[in-house]
């Protein structure tokens, strides 16, 4: 064996601990690299060959009802590689064995299996039989959930029927990978909706569809020129009642899961990016540190004949061997993480097969970053071993230059001072960069530590804004038709009802100067105490009797204020008439994108004195089950919606998902705050061993001794905590920045136990680091110290 590989060994032996160390922050860097990834490469390949095969389609147009001839005529633009015609409608379910209704999405599909636009993968089972007209095939989460199976029957209600679906077929679809009814669900709950697709046949006479369609998707050749193609579009399909126009990247489900793909991507380059980086720095101290204590081992090798490349070249494979050693480990550590992130991923998106796979690329990538690091790490004390001369090695260091701190020269405060407490400052002092680097470590800790923690506040907060302040109601009600006074003065006298309001839906154009958006204006009740808006600064905003309300991000988009004149065009009837109406003002919302009327002037506009197409109630204890109930056979209603539910189905994912994402943050911070701190320490030990054993030769005891060393730790963690507090809230925000889409956005909310568990979890893992460091400080030999020269 060389002497060098022999040296190496023994020095991997004798500082183990911060080998360990070091090796550990170079693990958490790459196993965080090669789990988010591969996950990231995951979705992504999926997605990609999903919506290929099943040939998601590139638009999607709303409308209230279109012949299918006007297929053909969209067909005839330019551009436009193929469309299809659909029946879309969501309906009440019964399902045997539950006491309430299910929300199911009808979807009609060729009577024949065929390729077409948003086909369907099939799970189980076989499609449509010939001459049969009342067979379903669901999607899998909702048959796996309602415990449906082939052979099973439900009950749909269609048009003011009850119509006997049996179900001989469970699929898949790329338009709904992300299983949801609208973004004000949030999360998934397969269990209350489900996709139903039928015959083409069947829906079309179900719903006095005959020939006629209320859905277009649609393929392009040239997605850039998708927004000239809608714009065509629009003007041939004017005269059917177009409420809305969707590109792909703003449909719903792939705008959530685009969205996680993006964030993945960012996070894959962000987060090893930092664990590598503070590796590199601790493994700068360390190798100085070896280097000062070396330099009669290095002039002794330069004067048998080793050249300063081969010297230096010794320093930067300890640093590649640790890099290694630490990669292997964080590859395997990632891969176990790529595959619990893919069954967290299970739960939420709906794929035919989505496995986590070994990417070859991904690997290399993260040993090539590591490498780097290491090396950088190692190149200054590599240039320092090299610059020594065997002659200089021979003798003693010259001393630092010593002057007085900028403390000392406060004589008020350096009188106040112990003798220990000096000792502290000037060591500080005298090695600034160690000391910028234990503080930059626990900066970086808490930071993590803090964006943690708001992440769980900003979400709890989301959930409590949206269902206990704004969202008062206990059950919602969509209703089949628009209705008029009477229905809302019968749902107010039904059993277990205490309140109920009236709501009316409707889709318009909005438009402020060049700028124009397909949104849902919602009228509410004057006096409305189930449905409470909120303004920037939390205040309960009163509607108004004739402004426009507009959500921020929608405020946003139209860059409207309030005092401006949106116009307003109408997308269904018969009203074709434009409205100037002003902004009266900007509400906070986190859900979507909304704007609000008083009912009875949204009314107005569409040439009404009053209509309504939904309902809020309130209702009494457990009364919400049983109206759900008294509901599902009531003609006039299309869905009944029971606001506990999806509050409860939101807090059970979340929970979840956050205790998982918070334990990876406590491992990942802790294991940057231990390492530097312990290695800073153990290397101030190391240099200072002939002073703090002069100080047991003094009368000091072990423990005074080691107070000296933990008081300087917590001395420079403490200044690391409150620079690491602001920049995690520098982070906090950062992240509601990039969380700011169409569908969501993160509230920067930040609760007070944020703050303290930051600082508990920084004060347990300076402890931890300090333990660790006590038995070196325990076997600090004060003769055999004091025997060596200086």
Known sequence: MKVLTKKLARDMYKSWGQALAVAAVVFCGVASYVSVASAHRNLLLTRDTYYAQYRLADFFILLERAPRTAIFKLEAIPGVREARGRVVKDVNLDVEGFDESRIGRIISMPDRPEPVLNDICMMSGRYFEKGTANEVILSQAFARENGLEIGDSLDASINNKKHTLRVVGTALSPEYVYMIRSAQDFIPSPERFGVLWVAETFAERAFNMEGACNDIVGAVDDPEQLEQILDRADKI?????????????????????????????????????????????????????????????????????????????????????????????????????????IRMYVDFFEFPLLRSRVYPNVVLQAVAMTMVFATLGAVGAARRAARIQPAEAMRPPAPRSGHRTIFERMAALWGRLSFTWKMIVRNTSRYKFRAAITVLGVTVSAATLFLGWFLMDAMEYLLEFQFTQTQREDVRVMLALERGKSVWHDFRRMDHVRRAEPLLLYPFEARNAWRKKDIAITGIHR????????????????????????????????????????????????????????????????????????????????????????????????????????????????????????????????????????????????????????????????????????????????????????????????????????????????????????????????????????????????????????????????????????
């Open 237 to 341: 399909l004017k005269p059917y009642g177009v409420f809305a126009k969707i590109k792909r990247k703003d449909q719903i489900s792939n705008n959530f899961l685009s969205s996680e793909i993006t964030g993945l991507g960012v996070t894959a380059k962000i987060v090893p990016t930092i664990f590598l980086g503070i590796a590199a720095l601790v493994l700068l101290v360390l190798l100085n540190r070896m280097v000062r204590q070396e330099r009669t081992q290095i002039g002794l090798l330069k004067a048998y004949g080793y050249s300063n490349w081969t010297v230096a070249l010794h320093y930067v494979r300890f640093a590649l061997v640790l890099g290694i050693v630490g990669s292997l480990g964080g590859f395997l550590t990632g891969q176990l993480l790529a595959r619990g992130m």
């Open 527 to 790: 006096d409305s105490e189930l449905l409470r808006l909120m303004d920037t600064q939390g205040r309960t905003v009163d509607v108004g009797e004739t402004g426009l309300v507009l959500g921020e991000k929608l405020a946003e988009q139209l860059a409207a204020q309030a005092g401006d004149v949106v116009t307003l065009k109408p997308l269904l009837g018969r009203i074709k008439r434009e409205r100037h109406v002003p902004v009266s003002k900007v509400v906070r919302q986190y859900l979507g994108m909304g704007a609000y009327m008083d009912l009875d002037a949204l009314s107005r506009v569409l040439d009404e004195s009053f209509v309504m197409n939904a309902v809020l109630l309130r209702t009494g204890r457990d009364g919400a089950r049983q109206l759900n109930k008294d509901l599902k056979d009531v003609a006039a209603v299309s869905t009944v919606e029971i606001k506990e539910d999806s509050y409860q189905n939101l807090l059970d994912t979340m929970a979840e998902s956050m205790r998982i994402m918070n334990v990876v943050v406590l491992v990942f911070s802790g294991v940057i705050a231990f390492a530097v701190i312990y290695n800073s320490t153990i290397v101030s030990l190391v240099e200072r061993q002939r002073e703090l054993a002069s100080l047991r030769v003094m009368g000091f005891t072990t423990s005074e001794v080691g107070r000296i060393m933990y008081n300087e730790n917590f001395l420079l963690s403490a200044a690391g905590l409150i620079l690491g507090i602001p920049v995690g809230v520098g982070l906090c925000r950062a992240m509601v920045e990039a969380y700011d889409t169409d569908l969501y956005r993160f509230p920067f909310h930040l609760e007070p136990r944020t703050f303290v568990l930051t600082v508990v979890f920084s004060i347990v893992f300076v402890l931890l680091a300090n333990l660790a460091a006590h038995r070196r400080v325990l076997r600090l030999d004060m003769v055999e110290v004091l025997k060596a020269r200086e």
